[in-house]
């Protein structure tokens, strides 16, 4: 340490002389001292964070141990400038005017020492005595600064677990949020009655943030959320200036896609994120395994629908397209390729044969082959609403092609 080595040169008796003189007026340096802080440094004038007799204890305190180490009566004990350090730390005080009083502190003992030395104009005492105490003042910078951090690390570790709490229980719903729902909008920093949208983002690899940096990019646009990792999904709920907002989120989350991600509908109470978070799920499995891509829920209440009922939608599109499911793995693949491209052309003949490099009189003989199989009818309201609702089953739940038809 910075004071320990310069005991060893051989001024410490002269500096624990002149340490001992200056002692026997500590009443009098705690004073100024205290004085000294309130008036160069606001957040003690104001009694932010200490009242004032705890400020002059702690000045009294620290001076004491001070002098006794000039004294060379204690060795360098730093246990009382880590403790200020974490004690400041808990408090909120900030680092920067800690430090600063520290300073302020040390130098109203070093004005003693130069008023004894200008008496004997004594040049060499005056010089030890400065590097004993600027030596000290590295050692208790040291002491405080260190348990300063670690103190404010344990306690961002303690709220950034707090918070996954209260976001767990959030998206939990039910009786997890009875009576915590305030305190849970108070922490993340969410309204209780505002605009929101829950987003929830497939994960590339386990413990990988599909939107890294999502909530510091939602801040810088004026946007509060509050976000969990699990092992398949990154979910957030986010804040909304209005619901108009909604359009912005989508395309900042639409920047970097790295997987499948679903939003839910706007949707207001911070009570119902639970049940957006379904939804926001529902969204995404409407999207086929493995295709990056977005979708919001209401952009496709058909493919929500039949996501939020897995059993009954795959007995739903077995029912209606069996007789093609049966059909040699070929053919199948086929008639179901088929069927799927002439409802993404929205029934047209001629995109569906540009979209599968084939012509159009080719398209026209599969799909009277499809409507013969099916014994349905491609102009049929009610019999195009099932099978588009049958082929989401199938592009949702794809193992349900090869699953034999439930009874």
Sequence with gaps: ?????????????????????????????????????????????????????????????????????????????????????????????????????????????????????????????????????????????????????????????????????????????????????????????????????????????????????????????????????????????VSLRDPQASKAIVELVREHPVGRVGISPVFTGLGNTARALHLARVALSSMTPGTPGLVQFTESPLAGLVASAPEASVQLAHHVLQPVLDLPGDDRNVLLLTLRAWFDCQGSTKLTSERMFCHPNTIRHRLKRITEELGRSLTNPADIAELGAALRALNLFPEATHLPAPR
């Design 1 to 237: 340490m910075h004071y320990q080595a310069l005991l060893s040169d051989g001024r410490a008796p002269r500096v624990g002389v002149l340490a001992a003189e200056v002692e026997r007026k500590l009443p009098e340096l705690v004073e100024s001292t205290v004085r000294q802080i309130r008036a160069e440094m606001p957040v003690y004038a104001d009694a932010r964070f200490v009242s004032l007799a705890e400020l002059r204890s702690s000045v009294r305190v620290n001076l004491e141990h001070v002098m006794r180490t000039l004294r060379g009566a204690d060795v360098p004990d730093l246990s009382q400038a880590s403790a200020t350090g974490r004690a400041r730390a808990l408090q909120g005080a900030p680092l920067p005017e800690l430090l600063r009083a520290y300073r302020i502190g040390l130098t109203e003992v070093w004005h003693r020492f130069v008023e004894l030395t200008a008496r004997e104009q004594d040049l060499a005492a005056l010089v030890a005595a400065t590097s004993a105490i600027w030596a000290l003042i590295d050692d208790l910078a040291e002491a405080l600064t260190t348990s300063y951090r670690d103190t404010t690390a344990e306690m961002m570790v303690a709220h950034q677990n707090r918070r996954s709490a209260l976001v767990e229980a959030l998206f939990a719903g039910g009786a997890a949020t009875e009576g915590t729902l305030w305190d849970i909008a108070r922490v993340l920093d969410l309204s209780l009655d505002g605009t929101f949208v829950v987003v929830a983002a497939e994960t590339p690899r386990l413990g990988q943030e599909p939107l890294p940096q999502i909530e510091t990019r939602l801040r810088s646009r004026h946007h509060a959320s509050a976000w969990r990792l699990t092992p398949d999904l990154q979910v957030g709920v």
